[in-house]
């Protein structure tokens, strides 16, 4: 979708959000005191961890850390990313999501274009539908897929419908005039020769509509039913349809499920719709592509542990790698990547026919662990009873290794890379960097926060934005040099003029690298009561101040003579007065 939605309207949204009715209209809350509770949405527990605070519009689960405002609970418990969580929270307020564009860039589309997109896909998909009852070939088609073992629910339930063998059948069902007929073209329902003929792009194919994470058609993938190349077609790419980003079978697998201990990725539409038959329901597909790093970032956003199912022949394990590949930079503490290789000639579809999902779940519950596979991988191509051998895997170990996320993970693949090379830890140690950051401030703001007077003075103002009001700002401790102050005063005009719930705050600060910083401040229990709130913040800015008075004195006191100006030597005079009575 062109254009950006303006931070302005983001802030706006987040303020009229209601972040206990947004949580409720998903999760059922309980009063507990000032707050909301219940057991948490994003991991098992029997007791309520799971807390929802209106003053602050902030939920926090004390169980597994998941944390945010309005937005952040709809990303996660939606499955979405960052822009469809803006319009799906726009569309509960009733509220319409502008579009701003930069100078150089594509003007915005309207809502109202990108909407009707939307339904013609979804009559494009009615109408695949109802062949299964009109079309002269339904005998065929039912056939077919009867064959496949798919019930009528099954068929229902995902969609699946046909495409006419006729070259246009949709361009004549939707395309009247041009315009249509250019829109079609454009979501590539139909396609152009060379010398401008437009005809159907898929016919005489069994069609599975593609949803989005918000259940629209914005895709379509097409099987041939007798023996014609190629065996599968997708959408191409389009202004709807991002193969990289779309997963088959999500949209319905969060129908069934809204909490999963595990997610089961495969290679094709069919074997989802298959496992689906035998009450395999956590199963979804990419669309023509290994699984990239937006598939399996939303794949861990619904499950701790996914799983790769793929064939055991070389493009299955090449798939498999890619995906390897692309996680590294996910696998954090607690998460958890398998892969399961399936005999030559077998697919998920011709498993569960022959063996019942009980026997493909027992297939499931022996996949290759991520360190078994890592290193079957790595060591297939080299040699390591040879230097060069152990050199080479030293240096693929190296960069691999590094851009792991979790400290678990890389300390797991040191000692298993060690203990291959007969080496120790500590000499691969010198080798094995840490994960890739662009630059030492990222890293650092990245860490967790340690509690200096100034990440206190942050923590206060984020968890009570009014605080802010309480003390006018002093532009000069820009200058202090402590680490921290320039995040603090950005707070502090964040929130001295405006009245900021911890929602919004935070909000701002989103897509920054201290985003992730300032959450855990947000969720730092700092111990001090209500009443004693604005003379904590009163005290920690003081101290801030007399540093900075201090700071400026020394840095005074050091200029040459010559350079000790009346002005200067003034304000010497104050700092030593100002202090005296510090």
Not at 230 to 243: A, G, Q, V
Not at 369 to 389: C, K, M, P, W
Not at 435 to 457: H, Q
Request: hydrophobic residues 35%; proline residues 4%; neutral net charge.
């Amino acid at each position: 979708m062109a254009g950006l939605i303006p931070k302005d309207f983001i802030q706006d949204l987040v303020a009229r959000a209601d972040i206990v009715s947004v949580v409720e209209s998903r999760v059922r809350l309980k009063k507990a005191g000032r707050n909301y509770q219940a057991c948490c949405p994003f991991h098992n527990e029997k007791t309520p961890s799971f807390s929802v605070a209106p003053d602050k519009q902030f939920y926090h689960c004390f169980g597994c850390g998941m944390h945010g405002n309005a937005l952040d609970f709809i990303m996660e418990y939606d499955g979405l990313e960052f822009p469809d969580a803006v319009e799906e929270l726009a569309g509960m307020l009733g509220l319409d999501v502008p579009r701003e564009t930069r100078p150089g860039s594509k003007p915005a589309r309207d809502k109202a274009e990108i909407e009707d997109d939307f339904a013609l896909m979804e009559a494009c998909a009615k109408f695949f539908a109802r062949q299964l009852k009109e079309s002269p070939d339904r005998e065929k088609v039912i056939r077919y897929l009867k064959g496949r073992g798919l019930s009528g629910e099954v068929v229902r339930d995902f969609g699946i419908g046909y495409a006419p063998k006729e070259w246009d059948a949709v361009l004549r069902k939707f395309g009247e005039n041009r315009k249509q007929q250019d829109q079609l073209l454009a979501l590539k329902m139909i396609t152009e020769n060379e010398r401008g003929k437009r005809f159907d792009f898929f016919r005489d194919r069994i069609m599975f509509p593609i949803r989005d994470r918000r259940g629209r058609v914005v895709g379509f993938g097409g099987r041939v039913i007798e023996k014609s190349e190629p065996k599968y077609l997708n959408s191409p790419e389009t202004r709807l349809f991002h193969k990289g980003r779309e997963l088959y079978g999500f949209f319905e697998m969060r129908k069934q499920h809204k909490d999963l201990e595990r997610v089961i990725i495969v290679e094709g539409y069919m074997d989802v719709v298959a496992l689906a038959q035998h009450g395999v329901t956590n199963a979804v597909a990419a669309l023509g592509t290994a699984a990239t790093t937006d598939h399996l970032q939303l794949l861990f956003r619904q499950s701790k542990q996914v799983v790769c199912c793929f064939d055991g022949d070389r493009a299955g394990r090449d798939a498999a790698w890619r995906a390897l590949e692309n996680a590294l930079s996910l696998l954090r503490d607690g998460t958890d990547l398998r892969f399961l290789f399936l005999p030559d000639g077998e697919d998920p579809d011709t498993i569960v026919r022959a063996e019942g999902a009980e026997g493909f779940n027992q297939r499931v519950e022996q996949a290759m662990s991520f360190r078994d596979y890592f290193f079957e991988h790595l060591t297939s191509s080299v040699d390591i009873r040879t230097d060069a051998g152990k050199s080479e895997m030293i240096a693929k170990g190296r960069e691999l290794i590094g851009r792991v996320a979790s400290d678990f993970y890389r300390s797991m693949l040191m000692e298993e890379l060690a203990k291959r090379l007969s080496r120790t830890v500590q000499e691969l140690e010198k080798l094995v960097p840490s994960p890739n950051t662009s630059g030492s401030e990222k890293k650092k703001g990245a860490e967790g926060p340690k509690l200096t007077p100034v990440t206190r003075a942050i923590g206060l103002l984020v968890q009570h934005p009014e605080l802010g009001r309480s003390i006018p700002v002093h532009n000069e401790l820009e200058n202090l040099n402590m680490q921290g102050i320039k995040i603090f005063m950005g707070l502090h005009r964040q929130t001295c003029e405006q009245q900021l719930s911890s929602a919004q705050v935070l909000e701002a600060w989103r897509g920054t690298r201290f985003e992730e910083s300032l959450r855990q401040l947000a969720r730092w229990e700092h111990q001090v009561t209500e009443e004693n709130l604005e003379r904590e913040f009163s005290e920690t800015y003081m101290f801030l101040i007399d540093r900075y008075l201090e700071q400026r004195y020394e840095e005074l006191k050091a200029l040459p003579a010559a350079e000790m100006t009346k002005e200067r030597l003034h304000e010497l005079n104050e700092l030593v007065r100002m202090m005296k009575r510090s």
